[in-house]
């Protein structure tokens, strides 16, 4: 596991790798290595380049400097299909399968191509039925990719990697996509890839994680490399230490916020989709202001539906929705996210990349929910002084890394991408804040950040309800949890009440 075993060079090796983008450099001279057999962790904040160094393997960017080393030769990688001929496989951050096409076809896309004309499909579903029976990762190849859960797509780029013959896997953030007893699966997966001789580079932001998984770790700020370690010789108050260059101060919740009047309820609300299966059943569910209101659950037992409906996204199938404005309660059952914006409602939705931001500068992205009203626009027109001025503040504001307002949003690293939908969601001082895994995809000084943000607006009178399946989230910051499982709240508890016990019972199904 280390540069070499014996005379055998190392699957990976990668020399003085130097990426700029104009006159900002990504990658500084870095120096980086896999072995057979290791899995080792990368990690550093939004931005310090980790997804740029792993795209310089995956064949995606040509480095402006260094070389890469494959099994101990020089190479030269100008694309994923140079980089799969040489057994590199990359999942991405964000999928880049096609969803209309079946589980087989997107194992295939690119390949014919590489002059296998035509893909014999029921030999390719015999080959990934063999992968799946190896790794345990099964996915079934007929199904279309545009209908499978985030877990299953992810399991599909892994057997696509590996049938395309990857000994080196890059996994990008993996775990960010995936509930927690879905990582477990995971961690199973590459520890046998890892046993079976695949080198394994793994990016996340979560300390426990790379603890857990990795034989070493490699750090990195502001696109230098810091420090590679064996796992076993830091734990994470270093690595925390090594990626933030200081030490990180957690926020004090104290536990009692003052809360006032309900500002958002949901009343005996049901849902069924569009198959006529039940999502929600019975959900009654008030947030006050000055409370955040914790909903949690293992990941799909109706958490994404009640945020959908609060944020009216979805109408009820029966039962209704209220909200509190200065005026009194208004029935919003069938109104618009437009209409509940326009009560003083913001939703941070879960998928953020797809569903809250589009291909335009930061400047545009920036001002999307806030182009109708003043100061951005006035009688109809839209002063783009204000836009900038809007989006340098918010910029400012959230520490969005970047190199200027007229940077595309798609090119901020993905951390940077979250920071600007949420300044853009809690810039208005919501009445109401609906957060869907608000911090998703965050390093952990971004994640306390965030966490700082709503507890503010907290303070400043938001009603908040906060949908994550992160535990140490809910608790760390909920007055109030609910539990919901099978499309029910199941459960409500006061944080003095709360125990780990009584949660986990309560997720699982088992009401006390
Ligand atoms: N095509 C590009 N043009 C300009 N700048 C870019 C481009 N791609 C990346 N960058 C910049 O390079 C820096 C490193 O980005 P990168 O995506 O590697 O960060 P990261 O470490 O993966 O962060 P995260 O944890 O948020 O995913 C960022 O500041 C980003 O804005
Ligand atoms: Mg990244």
Not at 47 to 70: E, F, N
Not at 362 to 368: F, G, Q, S, Y
Not at 430 to 459: E, K, N, S, Y
Request: glycine share 10%.
């Amino acid at each position: 596991m280390s540069d070499s075993i014996g005379t055998e060079p190392a699957p990976l090796v990668l020399r003085r790798v130097t990426v700029r983008f104009g006159s900002f450099t990504a990658n500084d001279a870095i120096d980086f290595s896999v072995g057979r057999g290791e899995i080792h962790a990368l990690l550093g904040e939004n931005g310090a380049g980790k997804t740029t160094l792993m795209r310089v393997v995956a064949g995606l960017l040509v480095p402006q400097d260094g070389t890469i080393q494959i099994d101990g030769r020089v190479v030269r990688l100008t694309s994923p299909l140079d980089a799969a001929a040489h057994g590199i496989g990359m999942v991405h951050q964000h999928f880049m399968l096609i969803s209309t096409l079946s589980v087989a076809q997107n194992v295939c896309v690119g390949i014919a191509k590489a002059g296998r004309l035509f893909p014999n499909l029921s030999q390719v579903a015999r080959d990934l039925d063999e992968i799946g029976a190896r790794y345990g990762l099964h996915v079934d190849p007929h199904a279309l990719v545009g209908s499978l859960s985030v877990a299953s797509q992810q399991r599909v780029e892994i057997v696509k990697a590996l049938y395309r013959g990857a000994r080196i896997l890059v996994l990008d953030e993996p775990t960010a996509v995936l509930a927690p007893q879905e990582v477990e699966g995971l961690f199973r997966v590459l520890r046998m890839l890892a046993a079976a001789g695949t080198a394994i580079v793994f990016i996340s932001h979560k300390l426990g994680e790379v603890m857990a998984l990795s034989h070493r770790v490699s750090v990195l700020r502001d696109g230098r490399l810091v420090t590679t370690k064996a796992t076993a010789d830091t734990n994470p108050a270093e690595l925390a230490r090594l990626m933030i260059g200081e030490d990180l101060v957690l926020p004090q919740v104290d536990g009692k916020h003052a809360s006032g009047p309900v500002a958002i309820e949901t009343r005996s609300v049901h849902l069924r989709d569009e198959f006529g299966v039940p999502r929600l059943s019975d959900v009654s569910l008030a947030a006050r202001s000055g409370e955040i209101v914790g909903v949690a659950g293992v990941d799909g037992n109706g958490q994404q539906q009640l945020a959908e409906i609060l944020a009216g996204l979805q109408t009820p199938s029966s039962g209704s929705v209220i909200m509190t404005s200065p005026d009194g309660p208004i029935d919003v059952s069938h109104s618009g996210p437009g209409e509940r914006i326009a009560l003083g409602l913001s939703h941070i939705p879960e998928d953020r990349h797809r569903t809250a931001l589009v291909d335009m500068s930061i400047a545009d992205n920036a001002a999307l929910d806030s182009i109708d009203r003043p100061p951005l626009a006035r009688w109809g027109f839209l002063s783009h002084r204000a836009i900038r001025a809007f989006a340098a503040r918010l910029i400012a504001a959230n520490d969005v890394r970047c190199t200027g307002l007229d940077q595309p949003v798609m090119t901020l690293s993905g951390g940077n991408q979250q920071k600007v939908v949420l300044g853009r969601a809690l810039a208005h001082s919501p009445r109401v804040i609906v957060a869907v895994q608000p911090t998703r995809g965050l390093d952990l000084g971004a994640t306390v950040f965030v966490h700082r943000q709503l507890l503010a607006q907290c303070a400043a009178g938001a009603a908040i309800v906060l949908v994550s399946t992160e535990l140490d989230e809910v608790l760390a910051l909920s007055d109030r949890i609910v539990v919901m499982f099978a499309g029910r709240i199941v459960g409500s508890m006061t944080r003095a009440e709360v125990t780990l016990q009584r949660l986990g019972a309560m997720m699982t199904g088992q009401t006390a």
